[in-house]
């Protein structure tokens, strides 16, 4: 979903500079960080990475173990 800033949110955003800006759910006070879409690629494929490292990782334990047990 995509949606226009207002005149007033898009001055928040100037001003904010590099930092990202936080809004508030009035109804629930969840709050929600507006970033760059760059930002946020970059920021996925980062934690893509690192969900195939662990499952590698945990493979590798997995391998490892059985190892350990199947010698004498």
Known sequence: MTFQLTES???AV??????????????NNAIYVLL????????????EEEAQ???IYEMAKRNALAKMIEEP
Do not use: W
């Open 9 to 11: 949110q898009q001055k």
């Open 53 to 55: 490292h662990a499952e």
């Open 36 to 47: 760059p879409e760059s930002d946020f690629m970059r920021l996925q494929e980062m934690l």
């Open 14 to 27: 100037d001003n904010c500079g590099a930092t990202p800006v936080r809004a508030v759910d009035a109804r």
